[in-house]
């Protein structure tokens, strides 16, 4: 029996519980309201009990294909140039339980999602003060995290193992990655990395290491369980399929309101709200659709930054009595425009295909509070 190394959970009411040990939360993406998601209601994506470090005691270590190995302290870390960067981090499992049949996996339905702002120091200046030597691809980024995978049974090592994912050297470098110390402007929660985690921005959660304890400069690409036999998907390699591990987030929008269920009244506008984003540079355009009708340009919101998720709104007047489905499809930067249907290539991952929202229009006068009635 594994004993929940998490009891601080009260700031977190009303997430929806997919595990307790590890703990995973959802976030209840109906209920979002800014574009910025409150810590408190920020999804968790663990894979083993959280880890509780001392932050006195805390080293982040840098080592491997480097000139000046160095072990900083949290005071080191705080003493360098800190930036503030809002970013979007989706796990790649979200939307899981959309999938036909069904995969295995948390069955994640909207809320694996969020955005928030994120302070720190920029990987790329503690990579300069270690010097990169000639011939290094990858940094291999530890968690302090571990455990046994499929229960000790098909891995190599015998025993526990950490979670470790690599980033490519360029993009260790970007400006758009950062160890953060502070999510929203409060120090990290012991459940998103508290002292130190990844954030590896326009990418899938699972490269976002919490806990952040080592990172190592490696010749090779890393082959690691989180890297190869998790958190991949298929690309075609000399003509076969290839394991490819995950890395930049698919364009992908999802709708806050209505929800699917809800009673629109005839006649009566209503506002359609969601929220898009892509790790390729950003979102150029939402547009909807009702009962499979055109697509009309929605409204985008709020900032436009390409590391962060965009806001859209839409009004419509319903005319007409009946089931009403809506859809909504997003358009990144670089032209990806979110698929209709399922893919076949991403075992359980990148579901970011559209997914009608089904409400129904009524006429006449209903009680009052009773439109949305779910
Ligand atoms: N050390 C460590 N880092 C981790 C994980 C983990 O289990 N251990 N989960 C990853 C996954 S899959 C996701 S989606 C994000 C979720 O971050 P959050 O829990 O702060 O929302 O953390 C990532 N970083
Ligand atoms: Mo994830």
Same mark, same amino acid.
């Given at each position: =029996?594994?004993?929940?190394?998490?009891?601080?959970?009260?700031?977190?009411?009303?997430?929806?519980? $997919?595990?307790?040990?590890?703990? #995973?939360?959802?976030?209840?993406?109906?209920?979002?309201?800014?574009?910025?998601?409150?810590?408190?209601?920020?999804?968790?994506? #663990?894979?083993?009990?959280?880890?509780?470090?001392?932050?006195?005691?805390?080293?982040?270590?840098?080592?491997?294909?480097?000139?000046?190995?160095? !072990?900083? !302290?949290?005071?080191?870390?705080?003493?360098?140039?800190?930036?503030?960067?809002?970013?979007?981090?989706?796990?790649?499992?979200?939307?899981?339980?959309?999938?036909?049949?069904?995969?295995?996996?948390?069955?994640?339905? #909207?809320?694996?999602?969020?955005?928030?702002?994120?302070?720190?120091?920029?990987?790329?200046?503690?990579?300069?003060?270690?010097?990169?030597?000639?011939?290094?691809?990858?940094?291999?980024?530890?968690?302090?995290?571990?455990?046994?995978?499929?229960?000790?049974?098909?891995?190599?090592?015998?025993?526990?193992?950490?979670?470790?994912? !690599?980033?490519?050297?360029?993009?260790? /470098?970007?400006?758009?990655?950062?160890?953060?110390?502070? /999510?929203?402007?409060?120090?990290?929660?012991?459940?998103?990395?508290?002292?130190?985690?990844?954030?590896?921005?326009?990418?899938?959660? /699972?490269?976002?290491?919490?806990?952040?304890?080592?990172?190592?400069?490696?010749? $090779?690409?890393?082959?690691?369980?989180?890297?190869?036999?998790?958190?991949?998907?298929?690309?075609?390699?000399?003509?076969?399929?290839?394991?490819?591990?995950?890395?930049? /987030?698919?364009?992908?929008?999802?709708?806050?309101?209505?929800?699917?269920?809800?009673?629109?009244?005839?006649?009566?506008?209503?506002?359609?709200?969601?929220?898009?984003? !892509?790790?390729?540079?950003?979102?150029?355009?939402?547009?909807?659709?009702?009962?499979?009708?055109?697509?009309?340009?929605?409204?985008?919101?709020?900032?436009?930054?390409?590391?962060?998720? $965009?806001?859209?709104?839409?009004?419509?007047?319903?005319?007409?009595?009946?089931?009403?489905?809506?859809?909504?499809?997003?358009?990144?930067?670089?032209? #990806? =425009?979110?698929?209709?249907?399922?893919?076949?290539?991403?075992?359980?991952?990148?579901?970011?295909?559209?997914?009608? =929202?089904?409400?129904?229009?009524?006429?006449?006068?209903?009680?009052?509070?009773?439109?949305?009635?779910?």
């Amino acid at each position: =029996v594994t004993k929940p190394a998490i009891r601080e959970t009260d700031h977190k009411r009303g997430m929806i519980v $997919r595990q307790t040990a590890p703990l #995973n939360l959802e976030t209840p993406f109906a209920q979002l309201s800014d574009w910025i998601v409150p810590v408190e209601e920020f999804f968790v994506r #663990n894979h083993f009990p959280v880890p509780t470090p001392d932050p006195a005691e805390w080293r982040l270590v840098i080592g491997g294909l480097v000139e000046r190995p160095l !072990s900083l !302290s949290l005071a080191d870390l705080a003493a360098m140039p800190q930036i503030e960067m809002p970013a979007v981090v989706e796990c790649a499992g979200n939307g899981r339980v959309y999938y036909e049949p069904v995969r295995q996996g948390l069955q994640w339905q #909207n809320g694996a999602v969020g955005n928030a702002r994120w302070s720190g120091v920029r990987l790329a200046d503690l990579l300069t003060a270690a010097g990169v030597r000639p011939g290094a691809v990858e940094a291999v980024l530890v968690g302090a995290d571990g455990g046994l995978v499929d229960g000790g049974q098909k891995t190599a090592s015998p025993g526990p193992i950490a979670f470790a994912r !690599s980033i490519p050297l360029d993009k260790a /470098m970007a400006d758009d990655v950062i160890l953060a110390t502070h /999510m929203n402007g409060e120090p990290l929660r012991q459940e998103h990395g508290f002292p130190l985690r990844a954030v590896i921005g326009g990418w899938y959660g /699972m490269a976002w290491i919490k806990w952040l304890a080592e990172i190592r400069i490696v010749d $090779r690409p890393f082959g690691g369980y989180w890297q190869m036999r998790d958190y991949f998907r298929w690309s075609r390699d000399l003509g076969e399929p290839r394991l490819t591990p995950l890395s930049v /987030m698919e364009v992908k929008s999802q709708i806050i309101e209505p929800i699917t269920g809800a009673r629109l009244r005839l006649g009566e506008p209503v506002r359609i709200r969601g929220m898009a984003w !892509s790790g390729h540079g950003g979102i150029e355009r939402v547009d909807l659709s009702f009962d499979g009708g055109g697509w009309k340009a929605a409204r985008l919101l709020g900032e436009d930054l390409p590391n962060a998720w $965009r806001g859209f709104e839409h009004f419509l007047t319903p005319v007409q009595p009946g089931k009403m489905e809506i859809r909504a499809r997003a358009t990144d930067r670089r032209d #990806n =425009v979110q698929p209709e249907t399922q893919q076949s290539d991403r075992e359980s991952y990148l579901a970011n295909w559209i997914v009608p =929202v089904t409400v129904s229009v009524v006429a006449g006068a209903d009680k009052a509070g009773a439109e949305y009635a779910i």
